[in-house]
Antibody, heavy 122, light 108 residues
Framework: QFQLQESGPGLVKPSETLSLTCTVS??????????WAWIRQPPGKGLEWIGS???????YYNPSLKSRVTISVDTSKNQFSLKLSSVTAADTAVYFC??????????????WGQGALVTVSS | EIVMTQSPATLSVSPGERATLSCRAS??????LAWYQQKPGQAPRLLIY???TRATGIPASFSGSGSGTEFTLTISSLQSEDFAIYYC??????????FGQGTKLEIK
């Protein structure tokens, strides 16, 4: 069945770059019907959309994070990735990858990965 | 940015009773609203999209209503597994998607 799985280091030092990968299984990342998104949740807090990517490589970022975020896609591996630079303790969060509808009116987050906790600490 | 405000922050309801959760958008969002359920240690799960359409596999005890700026999630006859945190999310303002701060539904 369709699944998303986050992977990457669970501990990142302040000022360094956070890197996570989401592997898609049970479906193709090259589908024209979907965006692929990253969303984060600081411990005990709410959800924040980070950005989304289409399989062609078109990206859309939250303006509050845009200067530090890069999302990329590797269709050959059915994966997409997140890089967040110059991290601080405020970036400590569970990071989720998700599949998002692409058509107008379908842009909700249909399926989510289980999440990956990333702690920023020296 | 469209701000989503959920109320109440915490709702205490007895099993078997009905729960009504509210979500308000700071601007018009038509019916471009989704509801998610999140249990501790788990990812959010899509419950409702288009303000009122249940996602695949979601029981009929969950219903959504509203359009414009005011929305409601109703859970009839609460079961033990329904106690969780619920988030609303707007997807009208492409591409800046925003969530409400959540309503914690707890057992009374």
């Amino acid at each position: 069945q369709f699944q998303l799985q986050e992977s990457g280091p669970g501990l990142v030092k302040p000022s360094e770059t956070l890197s996570l990968t989401c592997t898609v299984s049970g479906g193709s990342i090259s589908s024209s019907n979907y965006y692929w998104a990253w969303i984060r949740q600081p411990p005990g807090k709410g959800l924040e959309w980070i950005g989304s990517i289409y399989y062609s490589g078109s990206t859309y970022y939250n303006p509050s994070l845009k200067s530090r975020v890069t999302i990329s896609v590797d269709t050959s591996k059915n994966q997409f990735s997140l890089k967040l630079s110059s991290v601080t303790a405020a970036d400590t969060a569970v990071y989720f990858c998700a599949r998002q509808g692409r058509r107008p009116g379908d842009e909700y987050f249909q399926h989510w990965g289980q999440g990956a906790l990333v702690t920023v600490s020296s | 940015e469209i701000v989503m405000t959920q109320s109440p922050a915490t709702l205490s309801v007895s099993p078997g009773e009905r729960a009504t959760l509210s979500c308000r958008a700071s601007q018009y969002i038509s019916s471009n609203l989704a509801w998610y359920q999140q249990k501790p240690g788990q990812a959010p799960r899509l419950l409702i999209y288009g303000a009122s359409t249940r996602a695949t596999g979601i029981p009929a005890s969950f219903s959504g209503s509203g359009s414009g700026t005011e929305f409601t999630l109703t859970i009839s006859s609460l079961q033990s597994e329904d106690f969780a945190i619920y988030y609303c999310q707007q997807y009208h303002n492409w591409p800046l998607y925003t969530f409400g701060q959540g309503t914690k539904l707890e057992i009374k």
